[in-house]
């Protein structure tokens, strides 16, 4: 089984990113967030065999991990679903909500019904304490391999202080570029742009983006 995989980032688009090794496999891996292309990354997987295949779940964290895990254990509830659940609702709201048992906020997640959600409250709410023994430490190599962090966080907050659509100039070329790209394609989509671009700024902002493909598709998946 596969515990975690360290090595270079070679595709992400924030549904899955496929990491190189220095064994010289590359391991294609469900992962909710957008990676830096190029840059080193550390992973805790969870690796699920399936009877046609096998699927790998990341995490940043070992106690994400853990949680994943636990709810996959749990009647109805499948590696997707327990991973979309971790992925609308984060690692600690999750655990309060099963602590709390409340099935609304469970419900919230795609693919997660009435029924999963009192399942898991059934099965979970007496273990789900044990998942906070362990660590929640958050392996990001990527951002700690940057020697030009600093130039892009400053980058970000340039965006961040534009206040209309004009403004959008403060913006590095290679944003404005991946934007335009990205605006036009879901143009061509049916999209109207006044819908999408603030959007697409936001995304922009909070991720390092480096293809108009990979802005393309947080857009469509976020609206």
Known sequence: MIGYIQGIVLFSDGAE????????????????????????????????????????????????KKLFEMLTKVKGVGPKSAY????????????????????????KAPGVGAKSAAQIILDLSDRIHKVKMYSDY??????????????VTADIENVSSCQNKEEQICMPISDLQIMDEALMACKELGF??????PLAQ??????????????????????
């Not at 064994?23 to 690796?47: D, P, R």
């Not at 659940?85 to 609304?104: C, D, H, R, Y």
């Not at 109207?192 to 671009?197: H, L, M, T």
């Not at 936001?202 to 598709?217: C, D, F, G, P, R």
């Open 17 to 64: 990113v496929i990491v190189g090794t220095s064994s010289g496999v590359g391991y294609q891996v469900f992962y909710n967030k957008v990676l830096i292309e190029e840059s080193k990354v550390f992973l805790y997987i969870s690796h699920k065999i399936r009877e046609n295949g096998q699927d790998l779940y990341g995490f940043q964290s070992l106690r994400e």
């Open 202 to 223: 936001k995304i922009l902002q909070e991720n390092k983006i480096t293809k108009a493909e990979q802005l393309v598709h947080l857009v469509l998946k976020g609206i």
């Open 84 to 107: 979309s659940l971790l992925t609308a609702l984060g690692p600690m709201q999750v655990i309060e909500a099963i602590s709390m048992g409340n099935k609304k906020i469970l419900s």
């Open 138 to 151: 958050k392996n990001i190599l990527e951002f700690k391999q940057m020697p030009d962090f600093e130039i």
């Open 192 to 197: 109207k742009e006044e819908r999408i671009a």
